[in-house]
């Protein structure tokens, strides 16, 4: 929904901005026209999943030595605006879960950085899940999902209690699953203006310009199919009639914190 805002520039998830930040972590301005541009372009195009953005490296290229980024945070932020780059001075966005382990490092990258915190009730989460575990994919990027209700329960907990600490002192907005998908108007016009650009009517169209020209990579598509379809209400408390009760009980005993912090009790 927000890649489709003009003014607002969401890539494929790959995690090349941590992967690379040891190695990268020193740029400067002078690198933008060194051997060390060439080396980075070859260790970014050999970075998992950032084939799945299909970016040329010759646009990356064009963009560093257009915007001649002097540190590794500015360095990162060109690959993303090369994405679309008929976008201009567009707000740049990272969707990528896998980042809920890295968040410091976002944070020493891009201080004035501000977070979205976008949560969804754990009990339907784990039918995704086990939903997931059930797809048959030839994709190498289908997640290795754990079907054990324990575990899930432990891990939707920690990385939602990790984020929500991390972020109460720093720019940030909490949007639960359920409001965007039942309040999609009101969710979106309150998280635009938290980014600081106003509405954009084809966020709501969404699903139909998914279905001309995906921005989704084909890797992924095979459980991220709801991108091409509208809001589903029906995916709100499915953990009721999909879920037994044994399952059920042993989420809400493990999770209660989480499910209590974030009003899912």
Known sequence: MLNRHAQVIVPPESGFAQWLYKEFATWQQEDCFRDRLILFLKKLGETRKFETWDLPLDRVKLQIEKDQPANYGDLIACVYQAYSPTKKNAILVDK???YVHHLDTLARLWPDAG???LIRDGRDVACSYLELKKLKSNSPYKPNLTSSLQDISTEWQENNLAIH???KNRVHVQVSFE?????????LEELVAFMGVPIDADMFNFFKQERKEFSEPKQTLDWKRKTLEPLDVDRIGRYIEVLTAEQRAVF???ASLALKQFNYE
């Open 179 to 187: 409001d965007l998908v039942l309040m999609p108007r009101k969710t």
């Open 115 to 117: 977070f979205i915190h």
């Open 96 to 98: 990528n879960n896998y």
């Open 252 to 254: 809400e005993k493990n």
């Open 165 to 167: 600490s991390f972020v």
